[in-house]
């Protein structure tokens, strides 16, 4: 009886510690604070274990949506809760630079094989900050039963009565028309930062795609709302859609014969550049851990991590990795299409080129043949906002 209280007695020790030791571990080991999208978090939680594991660290994670991250940093600024890393949209960056509140990463960056034609969404003045982990950008659609084999080339469809289904309105879906013939919306500096007094829209190259685009926009339809251009696209009313890839799933339930491709050219040797919209992270200037973050971000970059992210949430890094993620088609249409891809300006700065690109499409729909009279007036409007903002 005497054996058996004992061995209880010595069980309970045991217990008691290990737990005391479980308890000296976790005060000793670090912890990462982590903000992410709530898109990404399941993502985050499924290949934490690993990098905590590897290096004897906890990361916490709280979701806190990209667009909400810039006005709650500043209320966790004495918190033992203040993020070393935070999840933003690449078009915030240079906001958060004038707060100083991210930290530059020029030194490692090249390290991260991401795509060249998106390295300006991580520069401003000199520095680049943070690492991408998802993109979004444009694509083509068409009717398979129309298109056996897709779409070679645009030039081939201006002789056919062909007509189109796009969001004319916007300055980030018109790109392709405009750099598929030269031209461009907005320059580019010695930095690499966008260079807003260099307003592309009245280039004799821009307005050329412009006028090709206007060209093969179904003109029965005036649409208003994105919406209504889908619709356009799923009522067949228009054969070709160019819009977000991430419609993808959606218009596969609703639309028969659907094809999908990258964006073809429209005159030979020069490629047609849609717009991109890059999820990143950044590690805080004001974090504790930044090595450790370093490390995170290295990690998030994986090709392992890359095909968890692919498998449950679609998301495609604009990362060259050696080896492929994914055979799917989706994935390897929108890779394709994020090598022809260019960076959305800064977010602030360019509502000032989109506000005045909108009200002049829709004079453009009206008065197809004065393209260029109203896109000079459009630019020069443009100048007067910018004079105004930077005043």
């Known amino acids: 009886m005497k054996r058996m209280v004992y061995l209880i007695f010595f ?15 976790l005060q000793s080991s670090e912890v990462l604070q982590v903000w992410v999208n709530e898109s990404d978090y399941e993502v985050l939680e499924t290949v ?10 906890e990361v916490q994670l709280k979701i806190i949506p990209s667009d909400k991250v810039i006005t709650n940093l500043p209320l966790y600024q004495k918190s033992n809760e203040y993020p070393d ?9 240079s906001d958060l630079v004038e707060m100083n509140a991210i930290h530059p990463m020029s030194d490692i960056f090249d ?6 034609n998106v390295k300006s969404a991580f520069k401003v003045k000199g520095e680049y900050y943070g690492v991408p982990y998802n993109a979004q950008t444009d694509i083509l659609y068409y009717n398979k039963e129309m298109f056996k084999y897709g779409i070679q080339s645009f030039s081939r469809l201006f002789d056919e009565d062909i007509s189109l289904a796009i969001d004319y309105q916007s300055i980030y879906h018109i790109n392709p028309f405009v750099t598929g013939f030269g031209g461009y919306t907005v320059g580019v500096d010695n930095f690499g930062d966008t260079n807003f007094y260099d307003i592309g829209l009245n280039n004799e190259d821009s307005i050329r795609g412009i006028a090709a685009m206007f060209y093969l926009l179904d003109k029965s339809l005036v649409y208003q709302t994105e919406f209504e251009v889908y619709r356009s696209f799923i009522n067949q009313s228009s054969d070709l859609l160019i819009a977000p890839a991430s419609l993808v799933s959606s218009l596969l339930e609703v639309y028969p014969n659907l094809g999908y491709q990258a964006i073809p050219n429209f005159v030979e040797d020069i490629l047609p550049y849609t717009y991109t919209k890059i999820d990143t992270y950044q590690i805080t200037q004001s974090s504790k851990n930044q090595q450790l973050a370093i490390k995170y971000l290295n990690y998030l970059l994986t090709e392992e991590v890359a095909k968890v992210r692919y ?13 492929i993620i994914s055979q799917e088609e989706y994935y390897n249409v929108v890779k394709k299409q994020l090598h022809r891809s260019i960076p959305l300006p800064n977010q602030v700065e360019f509502s000032c080129v989109y506000l005045p690109f909108q009200r002049a499409s829709q004079q453009m729909l009206r008065l197809p043949y004065q393209i260029e009279t109203i896109m000079n007036e ?14």
């Open 311 to 323: 498998d449950l949430t679609k998301g495609i890094a604009p990362v060259d990795y050696p080896n």
């Open 111 to 116: 390290s991260f094989n991401i795509l060249p």
């Open 48 to 57: 934490n274990p690993i990098f905590e594991s590897m290096y004897n660290v």
């Open 85 to 93: 890393i935070i999840n933003v949209s690449h078009t915030l960056i």
């Open 378 to 391: 459009t630019v020069d409007g443009i100048n007067r906002e910018l004079e105004k903002a930077i005043k």
């Open 11 to 25: 069980i309970f020790i045991m217990l008691g510690l290990y737990k005391y030791i479980n308890q000296i571990n």
